[in-house]
């Protein structure tokens, strides 16, 4: 692990389309990152395959194994040298969606509380360094997630021809979404220093940062008044958040406190 004392961003779910498109920005950019993998391996071949070189792999990133419910891990991944905390937290973390006997919720996932237990266990840590060294506590870092459309109790953001799948099909996954946003909320001002929530539209391609159309093409809403489309690449979502909230000289303040539509 480098003993620099160069800003990092903290990543959760780096395996995962959006967030590992994220990372990949990241890193190329010359930026420092901490990674959570359940399998060191898979993410360092994903990056492998997504062109970056090893030598960058290994002089800026450090990979620490584990999941979401290890607390230890969690803090390894968020402080570093015991007295510096990440700059800003990126969490992407979600679960596989899986089919069930049920007309009224037809889709569910693999575990349908993840997100919500993924915030839960990244608050507790935070919770758990301020305590062990309460000069931490002036350093919070920022976090941002990566949640979906449909899930608004102000505007409605997706398309009429999409409202069934969403507020039905997906009602369970969307739940843990929910949560998810609502424990950043409470824990916004308290753990972490500000969030942005990111709700794209329906998620279609891989991480391939070669794959999408570009952050600039994408069309940006707030919750108040949202970019209401059918999908987007999870490419770009992960480069959009790179450009505003990773790259931007105010690590996205500008957004804080706003629940942020992205779609094509």
């Known amino acids: 692990m480098t003993t620099s004392t160069t800003n990092y961003i903290a990543f959760f779910g780096a395996t995962g389309g959006c967030t590992n498109a994220c990372l990949v920005h990241t890193l190329n950019a010359g930026f420092h990152a901490t990674a959570l993998a359940r399998t060191p391996s898979k993410l360092t071949d994903m990056l492998l395959a997504q062109g970056l070189d090893q030598s960058t792999i290994d002089t800026q990133l450090t990979i620490v194994k584990g999941d979401i419910s290890d607390i230890p891990a969690i803090k390894s991944v968020l402080t570093r040298n015991t007295a510096q905390l990440a700059s800003q937290t990126i969490s992407g973390?979600?679960?596989?969606?899986?089919?069930?006997?049920?007309?009224?919720?037809?889709?569910?996932i693999d575990n349908p509380e993840i997100c919500a237990t993924a915030t839960k266990n990244i608050t507790l840590a935070l919770q758990e360094i301020y305590k062990a060294n309460p000069t931490t506590a002036q350093q919070k870092p920022s976090i941002t997630v990566i949640s979906t459309t449909g899930v608004s109790n102000i505007k409605e953001d997706v398309p009429f021809g999409f409202q069934t799948l969403y507020h039905v099909v997906l009602a369970d996954p969307h739940k843990d979404k929910k949560e998810m946003e609502r424990l950043v909320?409470?824990?916004?001002?308290?753990?972490?220093?500000?969030?942005?929530?990111?709700?794209?539209?329906?998620?279609?391609?891989?991480?391939?940062?070669?794959?999408?159309?570009?952050?600039?093409?994408?069309?940006?809403?707030?919750?108040?008044?949202?970019?209401?489309?059918?999908?987007?690449?999870?490419?770009?979502?992960?480069?959009?958040?790179?450009?505003?909230?990773?790259?931007?000289?105010?690590?996205?303040?500008?957004?804080?406190?706003?629940?942020?539509?992205?779609?094509?």
């Open 93 to 108: 973390i979600g679960g596989t969606p899986q089919m069930q006997m049920s007309l009224r919720r037809p889709v569910t």
């Open 185 to 264: 909320t409470e824990n916004t001002g308290i753990v972490f220093s500000g969030a942005v929530i990111i709700r794209p539209s329906l998620l279609m391609g891989d991480q391939s940062v070669k794959g999408g159309q570009g952050w600039e093409k994408l069309r940006v809403g707030r919750e108040e008044e949202p970019a209401v489309g059918y999908t987007v690449h999870r490419a770009d979502v992960g480069e959009w958040i790179f450009e505003k909230v990773v790259k931007a000289g105010d690590g996205g303040e500008s957004f804080f406190g706003q629940k942020v539509t992205l779609t094509n």
